[in-house]
């Protein structure tokens, strides 16, 4: 979602004077937010999930199923009711905030869950509530998907149908993807649409490989003079689907995880044990084959979302020689991260970072360590996107928005969240950004538990999965290609510091290998054996475990595989790679009924059922207050 602040948003030529001066104020915000709050320490585990939502509407009569663009109208009745319970002084069961689409929402518990074990068994409750309380506000033929939408900028892929317009400097200039199609509740989705493209130069560019079928034309190459003239599609490759606007990739939603660490060591240590992981999980989470109506050869959104909001220059992007850019930058500001940060791991960045010396020298003699403020330099090669006339002078001592409106806009696998100024009940955190949304909340919790249970894990045994940062940007390539779960290998270092690493398949780093490394459930397994945990608990977690495990061999399809195979034995699909709105269609229809739970898929979710609930016991919670004040006792 990112940082929304109110106010009067700069257009990219506004913005422009005052780039240095948001990041030099930036950089020290950072600078006294980090010695203010560096020996803050025993804060307990809390965690949460960020689920987006997409609101389709059915339309029986032509079997056509569209986006429903009412997400500004249900967010302001789910949120009346946040600020009802605030004036009562009752807790919220969960939060909703907006997203970039104007027909998506994004859901998260009320409150973060605790550090418990018990906790894992409350999650997919929680998710399903937000479900139902989304659905029960909808229209008749509505209904609320967490999936990325097959046909985003398709003709009228909208309700109400409203056609793109290429003449329309607000809608960046889109052949495909209208003005309205943007959460327009807010200034911050249309304004990033705007003044990505101001900065780049131009509209972004995205080109997916196409899924070469029985009747695929090669070299494929898509007549859109119907669209737009020759300079409207310049950027178009052939043998690719081509789309040209930001909604094509943050239009597509995703599943997140942030926790609390014990402290900012540990917040660092876990940011980067887990970056090796990242790819692991989008493969196996992989869940997006078909864009703007067309089966591609790749299952994830990750790329298409990176050059979404690419807004490098061409110099910076090395197609014209340097003369007003500083750098050739090798990525999107949404990609791998670059580097590790805490102290022990920085013999693993073999990247060569990009930053300017006067910040990292601004960071260095504000007593920022090296790696770190290597970490926070290199973001600040990005400018500001989303600055606000009100709010361009700030106090440094108490605000962290210029430094957030920079770090929030560098959208990475993995991500450092220090505390925010203004609320000290929250630690320092850690974002798990890679996880592609399940269509249903088994498998949401599942992943969501499995990351957190990894987290635990690695914490316990002191496990380390580092690797060279370089071999991370590699797996991640590697994990968005077709049924990368069972045809990928990733180079992996699973086991003590001393361990060489190896390729592996991901059944093999999921579920260990004979005589070689054990696996990471089984590993998981070891640390629950050694845990308290009740019964219902440890039979939903085995759930979980075991459903991913399948998963990982491809006894369980993965959503993207599933898809595909749908698509292909579809009497109106003609293996041409065209997915045509007969076949969306039903495509929904039958991912509505499996994530409502009246179809049960086996080859999708097999014969799995966790024994969540919305409550835990009090014997349980009489256990998290005791908890809680042994550790603020250690803290003192």
Not at 8 to 35: M, R, S, V
Not at 192 to 214: C, H, M, Q, W, Y
Not at 464 to 491: H, W
Not at 588 to 616: F, V
Request: aromatic share 10%.
């Amino acid at each position: 979602m990112g940082l929304l602040t109110k106010g009067t948003p700069l257009t990219w030529a506004e913005t422009i004077p005052h780039i240095e001066y948001i990041k030099k104020h930036g950089i020290k915000q950072f600078i006294n937010l980090y010695h203010r709050l560096k020996s803050r320490h025993g804060d307990q585990l809390k965690w949460g999930d960020e689920i987006e939502y997409t609101i389709v509407k059915f339309d029986h009569e032509n079997k056509k199923v569209r986006v429903s663009c009412r997400a500004e109208e249900l967010l302001n009745r789910l949120q009346a009711e946040e600020q009802v319970n605030a004036m009562l002084g009752t807790a919220n069961r969960f939060l909703w905030r907006p997203e970039f689409g104007a027909y998506m929402i994004e859901g998260t518990p009320g409150m973060p869950y605790g550090g418990l074990i018990a906790c894992f068994n409350i999650v997919e409750a929680n998710m399903k509530l937000r479900r139902e309380v989304v659905k029960k506000l909808l229209k008749k033929d509505e209904t609320c998907l967490s999936i990325s939408f097959p046909s985003l900028g398709v003709p009228g892929f909208t309700f109400p149908e409203v056609a793109a317009d290429r003449t329309n400097d607000d809608a960046a200039n889109s052949i495909f993807w209208p003005e309205q199609a943007v959460f327009l509740g807010h200034p911050r989705f249309k304004n990033l649409t705007k003044n990505i493209k101001g900065r780049r130069g131009s509209k972004v560019a995205i080109n997916v490989p196409i899924f070469k079928d029985e009747k695929t034309p090669s070299p494929y190459v898509e007549d859109l003079s119907s669209f737009g003239g020759p300079d409207d599609t310049r950027d178009a490759k052939p043998d690719h689907i081509y789309m040209d606007h930001m909604g094509f990739g943050m239009g597509c939603c995703c599943l997140q995880v942030t926790f609390q660490a014990v402290n900012v060591d540990e917040a660092r240590w876990l940011y980067d044990q887990l970056t090796p992981i990242t790819p692991i999980l989008l493969a196996l989470s992989a869940a997006t084959p078909i864009f703007r109506g067309k089966l591609s050869n790749v299952d994830s959104r990750w790329d298409i979302i990176s050059a979404s909001v690419d807004d490098r220059t061409r110099e910076e992007r090395g197609l014209e020689p340097l003369k007003n850019s500083k750098w050739v930058i090798e990525k999107s500001r949404y990609d791998s991260t670059d580097c590790y940060i805490y102290p022990c791991s920085v013999g693993y960045n073999d990247i060569p970072l990009q930053y300017d010396d006067a910040i990292y020298q601004q960071l260095i003699d504000g007593n920022i360590d090296e790696p770190l403020a290597k970490h926070i330099a290199h973001m600040f090669i990005r400018d500001p996107h989303q600055v606000f006339r009100e709010r361009i002078e700030q106090d440094d001592e108490k605000s962290s928005e210029h430094f957030e409106t920079i770090q929030s806009s560098n959208w990475m696998n993995m991500r450092f969240k220090p505390p925010p100024p203004d609320s000290p009940e929250i630690g320092w955190r850690v974002e798990f950004r890679p996880t592609e949304v399940q269509l249903t909340d088994f498998e949401n919790a599942a992943y969501c538990c499995f990351v957190v249970l990894l987290t635990r894990m690695i914490i316990s045994f002191r496990l380390t999965y580092l690797m060279p940062i370089s071999m991370v940007t590699e797996n991640m390539k590697r994990a968005q290609q077709k049924d990368a779960v069972l045809n990928q290998k990733g180079s992996e270092k699973c086991g003590p510091p001393s361990q060489d690493m190896e390729e592996m398949s991901i059944d093999e780093i999921i579920n260990g290998k004979k005589n070689g490394f054990p696996g990471l459930i089984s590993l998981i397994r070891q640390f629950l054996d050694s845990a308290d945990v009740d019964v219902d608990t440890r039979c939903t977690i085995s759930q979980y475990l075991n459903f991913i495990s399948k998963r990982a061999t491809g006894e369980i399809s993965t959503l993207a595989h599933w898809t595909r195979e749908f698509v292909q034995s579809h009497p109106a699909y003609k293996h041409d790679s065209d997915v045509n709105d007969t076949i969306v269609y039903d495509l929904l229809k039958k991912m509505d009924a499996i994530s409502s739970g009246e179809d049960h898929c086996d080859k999708l979710l097999g014969c799995y059922r966790s024994k969540t609930d919305h409550a835990i016991s009090a014997a349980v919670r009489k256990a998290e207050e005791h908890m809680i004040v042994s550790s603020q006792k250690r803290a003192h």
